[in-house]
């Protein structure tokens, strides 16, 4: 199906041009895709943005950093039709660094 859309819509070499078929092909794409999966896209986009609220929560206190850590080890590693960047996890990486925890003698 994807494949008919692809070979009556070719791609085009601009930029203009490539920006207004990618937008098209996202239509298409909505178009055929079933309802189910629409759903979990969104649903996975909802869990992507509660991630990234979370991650913005600032770090104050090595309580606040290990709190982090165990939302990541929760939230991050949940497996998703997209890649999860695991952003709680990088916060966490970088409060350490901020609170000297890192790198210790």
Same mark, same amino acid.
């Given at each position: 199906?994807? $494949?008919?859309?692809? !070979? &009556?819509?070719? %791609?085009?070499? @601009?930029?203009?041009? /490539?920006?207004?078929?990618?937008?098209?092909?996202?239509?298409? %794409? /909505?178009?055929?895709? !079933? *309802? $189910? #999966? &629409?759903?979990?896209?969104? !649903?996975?986009?909802? #869990?992507? $943005?509660? &991630? %990234? *609220?979370? *991650?913005?929560?600032?770090? @104050?206190?090595?309580?606040?950093?290990?709190?982090?850590?165990?939302? @990541?080890?929760?939230?991050? %590693?949940? $497996?998703?039709?997209?890649?999860?960047?695991?952003?709680? !996890?990088?916060?966490?990486?970088?409060?350490?660094?901020?609170?000297?925890? *890192?790198? &210790? @003698?």
């Amino acid at each position: 199906m994807f $494949e008919d859309w692809l !070979a &009556q819509n070719p %791609e085009p070499k @601009s930029k203009r041009g /490539r920006r207004r078929w990618i937008k098209r092909m996202g239509v298409y %794409e /909505r178009e055929v895709m !079933a *309802a $189910e #999966f &629409q759903d979990l896209i969104a !649903a996975e986009q909802t #869990f992507s $943005e509660a &991630q %990234e *609220a979370v *991650a913005t929560i600032p770090i @104050s206190s090595p309580a606040d950093l290990h709190i982090m850590a165990a939302c @990541s080890t929760v939230y991050d %590693e949940v $497996e998703l039709n997209r890649h999860n960047r695991a952003p709680i !996890a990088r916060v966490v990486a970088l409060g350490y660094f901020r609170l000297g925890k *890192a790198v &210790q @003698s």
